[in-house]
């Protein structure tokens, strides 16, 4: 039986399956070469990286004095 | 000292072993609760109610998983009863993911002046896009890219089995890059 060809679809599907890791079956393999022909593809695996990236570093210092109110609220301030 | 030691000597009463464990865990804890509720008051209020749990049931920390993972199953739990408590909010329905892999918009995204994500009108826009996440999905996406647990152990945090988190995580990654996409492409 003839193989079907990967799609985009497919590709981008696995990329957000996996990031790029185990791509050890058959099946993967031929991911794998679409993957390096397919610019497009390029592209969405870079922009997912980025967009888990972009939410990494956002990130938030505790606001001032929230640290003494949640000691006063546990009961702990006299231990700090 | 290290966390197994604070955590004994908490256990036994010593209330300085157990501010120092707050004073390790607050600003992970309260990040945490900012990224799922995206308020910074709402996120103080779950950072005390975690800490109030975690002092109140540190006698059943066995040890078997890490502190910080119990702790972040403690904040999940908090942000998930704040978010049902605010039940009239619509959420994207994730049942169908099919149009997430279809690209309406070719946008460089090496051309964007977001060099980093302290810029204000990257952070409306990240705020937006994962806004319309359902908890349960951001929850799964922040535990395991963001904050990198590992798969099981985001499945041991929110008690879901290991082939959930994963489907959960794929339609989170996808849907947020192509909210962003949108945004971006203006």
């Avoid at chain 1, 696995?14 to 791509?23: A, S, V």
């Avoid at chain 2, 040890?63 to 039940?87: P, Q």
């Avoid at chain 2, 997430?100 to 060099?115: G, I, M, N």
Wanted: net charge neutral.
């Amino acid at each position: 039986m003839k193989k079907e060809k990967v799609t985009c679809k497919e590709v981008m599907r696995h990329i957000c399956d996996t990031l790029g890791e185990d791509l050890q079956s058959d099946r993967c393999e031929d991911i794998r070469k679409h993957l390096e022909e397919c610019s497009g593809c390029q592209n969405y695996f870079k922009t997912v990286e980025i967009t888990i990236d972009y939410y990494k570093k956002y990130n938030v210092k505790l606001p001032d004095g929230a640290h003494e109110r949640l000691m006063k609220f546990l009961d702990l301030e006299d231990c700090d | 000292m290290d966390d197994k030691e604070l955590i004994l000597k908490a256990q036994q009463g010593d209330k300085k072993a157990l501010a120092r464990l707050v004073k390790e865990y607050e600003q992970t804890i309260y990040n945490f609760a900012f990224k799922i509720c995206r308020d910074k008051n709402k996120a103080e209020h779950i950072m005390q109610e975690t800490f109030y749990s975690f002092v109140k049931s540190l006698h059943q920390f066995d040890g078997k998983s890490k502190l910080s993972t119990w702790l972040y199953r403690i904040v999940s739990n908090h942000c998930l009863m704040l978010a049902r408590k605010m039940k009239n909010r619509p959420f994207v329905s994730m049942d169908d993911d099919d149009g997430l892999f279809e690209e309406k918009y070719a946008v460089d995204w090496t051309t964007l002046p977001y060099k980093s994500a302290e810029n204000e009108e990257l952070k409306k826009i990240l705020d937006n896009a994962i806004s319309k996440l359902s908890p349960e999905y951001r929850m799964v996406f922040l535990l395991r890219d963001v904050e990198g647990l590992s798969t099981e152990e985001t499945a041991q945090v929110t008690e879901l089995s290991v082939p959930a988190v994963k489907s959960r995580l794929h339609r989170a990654r996808a849907f947020l890059r192509k909210e962003l996409n949108e945004a971006f492409q203006g």
